[in-house]
């Protein structure tokens, strides 16, 4: 029986911005001087810390400097590494960027979880592979990354809606099947608006300023209400297609009824 040599142990250096230089397909030279200071920086100072914000003009590179961390953890700790961007188009661009102009393979995951490709599925879990893929795929019910270690956000600020959405309800006044979750809804915060905010809330618009009124119950009433919310959702919500999460229920507005 023949037997395999083991592979050489992996050389990993001591920080993201000279891991660049090890990558043989590369089609740059290295990384650019304010590249490489934040990736040093990191490595010094946050890379034992729990969450970091990296902050880079747009088009100065922080794709670069996020993948390098992002490989640079990977070989120095096994980690399992997910890289999220807002949209597939990123996805794919940034698989593409990394493999053509930086020399790195990742493995990009897009669409359904189950077209997703097994021999990627399985270069992830080994932490063999980065893993690129969108917000949506990681911030709903059941995400298939639900065992990354470490999370790097390209963009963070476009994460706040994929978040929010997990912990949101749209109740709409016009919708047929929200009828009457809508107007139990009214019943319950009538008390907490103004005659005005309540005729908004009800659809009775005067003017287009009202259509796009939005407004949030402060929290204290808000928790006051939840029970009732609660209830609410539990008596009217069966035959939608909304789910009951009355934590999310804390803004309503506009002559739509959202």
């Not at 980690?79 to 990009?108: H, I, S």
């Not at 259509?211 to 939840?226: M, Q, Y």
């Given at each position: 029986?023949?037997?395999?040599?083991?592979?050489?142990?992996?050389?990993?250096?001591?920080?993201?911005?000279?891991?660049?230089?090890?990558?043989?397909?590369?089609?740059?030279?290295?990384?650019?001087?304010?590249?490489?200071?934040?990736?040093?920086?990191?490595?010094?100072?946050?890379?034992?810390?729990?969450?970091?914000?990296?902050?880079?003009?747009?088009?100065?590179?922080?794709?670069?400097?996020?993948?390098?961390?992002?490989?640079?953890?990977?070989?120095?700790?096994?980690?399992?590494?997910?890289?999220?961007?807002?949209?597939?188009?990123?996805?794919?661009?940034?698989?593409?960027?990394?493999?053509?102009?930086?020399?790195?393979?990742?493995?990009?995951?897009?669409?359904?979880?189950?077209?997703?490709?097994?021999?990627?599925?399985?270069?992830?879990?080994?932490?063999?592979?980065?893993?690129v893929t969108t917000y949506?795929?990681?911030?709903?019910?059941?995400?298939?990354?639900?065992?990354?270690?470490?999370?790097?956000?390209?963009?963070?600020?476009?994460?706040?809606?994929?978040?929010?959405?997990?912990?949101?309800?749209?109740?709409?006044?016009?919708?047929?099947?929200?009828?009457?979750?809508?107007?139990?809804?009214?019943?319950?915060?009538?008390?907490?608006?103004?005659?005005?905010?309540?005729?908004?809330?009800?659809?009775?618009?005067?003017?287009?300023?009202?259509?796009?009124?939005v407004d949030k119950v402060?929290?204290?009433?808000?928790?006051?209400?939840?029970?009732?919310?609660?209830?609410?959702?539990?008596?009217?919500?069966?035959?939608?297609?909304?789910?009951?999460?009355?934590?999310?229920?804390?803004?309503?507005?506009?002559?739509?009824?959202?």
């Amino acid at each position: 029986m023949a037997f395999k040599k083991a592979p050489p142990p992996l050389i990993v250096p001591d920080g993201p911005e000279k891991l660049i230089l090890d990558l043989p397909r590369r089609k740059i030279p290295d990384a650019l001087p304010h590249q490489r200071e934040v990736m040093k920086n990191y490595a010094v100072h946050g890379v034992n810390a729990a969450d970091i914000a990296l902050q880079l003009p747009t088009g100065s590179g922080k794709t670069l400097v996020g993948l390098m961390i992002a490989e640079w953890r990977r070989r120095k700790n096994q980690e399992r590494v997910v890289y999220l961007c807002p949209t597939k188009q990123l996805v794919n661009q940034v698989v593409e960027q990394a493999d053509e102009k930086y020399g790195l393979t990742v493995v990009g995951f897009t669409g359904r979880i189950k077209d997703y490709d097994p021999a990627a599925e399985t270069a992830y879990r080994n932490a063999d592979n980065v893993a690129v893929t969108t917000y949506s795929s990681l911030f709903n019910t059941n995400p298939f990354f639900d065992d990354a270690e470490v999370i790097i956000v390209d963009d963070a600020h476009a994460a706040e809606g994929y978040v929010a959405a997990l912990w949101s309800a749209r109740v709409e006044r016009i919708k047929p099947e929200h009828a009457a979750l809508h107007a139990a809804l009214r019943g319950i915060l009538k008390p907490l608006l103004d005659p005005t905010e309540f005729t908004r809330l009800c659809g009775k618009v005067d003017s287009l300023s009202d259509r796009g009124w939005v407004d949030k119950v402060p929290s204290p009433d808000f928790a006051s209400i939840r029970d009732e919310i609660t209830e609410v959702f539990d008596e009217h919500a069966g035959d939608t297609e909304l789910e009951r999460n009355p934590n999310g229920l804390n803004r309503l507005g506009d002559s739509q009824g959202g």
